[in-house]
């Protein structure tokens, strides 16, 4: 896999079944970590990955420190509003983890404080909005990603 896709808490049905088809069409692996907004056997995420939600290269973690349990040492991105450079600063590499957190608050201001090194935003060029829809930052981070790797 060229790249790995972290949602920390999901909330929204659609979004995860948006990205879980992202994934697909990338190469990546969807990694989910609990507790989730919904049930993966809700319809509408099913709807927003049409059939091919059978087919994602998928993991689902009962929390985030299970996740980080099993991924000690890995290359990892943070995305954030709060982030002091942007996805376009990363230096993606094979196997990398893209860590997004869930849609109402993003992510924990723990993981935010610890990581500020690893913290990058995507450029928002108006005031009137505060982000972006996290499936719609998923794909812009992916597919740099993947310019940047030549995939």
Known sequence: MALNIVL????????????GRLSLASGSHLHLV?????ELSDKRVKRAGLDYWK???LTIYESIDDFYAQHKNKNFAYFS????????DIKFTDDMFLIFGK????????IISA???KL????????????L????????AVYEGLRQLNQ
């Not at 920390?8 to 990205?19: A, K, R, V």
């Not at 609990?34 to 919904?38: A, D, M, S």
């Not at 829809?133 to 812009?140: G, R, T």
């Open 103 to 110: 849609e109402s608050s993003g992510l924990s201001k723990d």
């Open 34 to 38: 609990k507790p989730f907004g919904f």
């Open 81 to 88: 509003s709060h982030g002091n450079k942007t996805h376009w």
């Open 120 to 131: 990058y935003k995507i450029p928002l060029h108006s005031n009137h909005i505060r982000s």
């Open 55 to 57: 087919h994602i290269s």
């Open 133 to 140: 829809n996290l499936a719609n930052a998923v794909s812009i």
């Open 115 to 117: 990581n500020t090194d």
């Open 8 to 19: 920390f808490e999901p909330e929204i049905p659609n979004n995860t079944g948006n990205i």
